[in-house]
């Protein structure tokens, strides 16, 4: 079985401060890790992925993540918040043990403040 | 640029009635998945196709929800009889072949409302 968890339900933030939004996972195998952002109405828009290599990886729209194994989590951030940015935020993670099946968490709501 | 294409973007129907959803996922990609999204939850994994085959539907609904992708292309899944409580955003999403290091693309969802 997989899992992700989200453990913020909401993050509240002021414009051009970071923004950081936290997830965990549990999976057998090597994980492949994913962040997703929606906004109203609309479906799931792609911001990035862990694969292998380099544990920092970069996204759309100026967003990074962290990839750490040794906590099991995949952060994703960003240095200076847009009033934009607000929408809901979604973590996934899918690995081949279980024929790439794609698991997401519950959801984090960003609300960046002017 | 290439899309999920889904529809009908809202629907609204009767509890007991019969409801029907279609994809038609990126052209050659062959994983194809379906998702229930209540609101302001994450998404829930209902099906999961490889070409024609299903490969995971542990999650479905078998007594009233039926999906198929008959000739490995577009998708069609089935609600009969539907409840109130299956009002949520339904989302298809693709993948290429062995898609594990490629991201799913989604479409813009139905929106289902069960009056």
């Known amino acids: 079985a997989q899992s992700v968890a989200q453990p913020e339900d909401q993050v509240n933030v002021a414009e051009g401060n970071p923004l950081t939004v936290k997830c965990t996972y549990s999976?057998?195998?090597?994980?492949?890790l994913f962040w997703y952002v929606q906004y109203p109405n609309r479906g799931l828009q792609f911001l990035l992925k862990?694969?292998?290599?380099?544990?920092l990886v970069k996204g759309s729209y100026g967003f990074e993540a962290e990839f750490n194994k040794s906590q099991t989590s995949f952060h994703l951030k960003k240095p200076s918040a847009l009033v934009s940015d607000s929408a809901l935020y979604f973590c996934?993670?899918?690995?081949?043990?279980?024929?790439?099946?794609?698991?997401f968490g519950g959801g984090t709501r960003v609300l960046v403040k002017p | 640029e290439a899309e999920v294409a889904q529809s009908p973007r809202y629907k609204i129907t009767e509890k007991s009635q019969a409801v029907a959803f279609w994809c038609d996922p990126i052209s050659g990609h062959a994983t194809l998945y379906w998702y229930r999204q209540i609101l302001g939850q994450g998404p829930e994994l209902l099906v999961q196709f490889q070409d024609e085959s299903v490969v995971d539907d542990s999650q479905l609904p078998k007594d009233r929800f039926s999906a198929e992708r008959l000739k490995g292309v577009d998708s069609t899944l089935k609600i009969q009889p539907a409840e109130l409580g299956d009002s949520a955003m339904y989302l298809c999403?693709?993948?290429?072949?062995?898609?594990?290091?490629?991201?799913?693309?989604f479409g813009q969802g139905t929106r289902l409302t069960v009056v």
């Open positions: 999403a693709s993948s290429p072949q062995g898609g594990g290091v490629t991201e799913a693309f």
């Open positions: 999976v057998s195998g090597n994980p492949y």
């Open positions: 862990y694969i292998t290599g380099d544990n």
């Open positions: 996934a993670v899918r690995a081949l043990v279980t024929g790439n099946k794609l698991t």
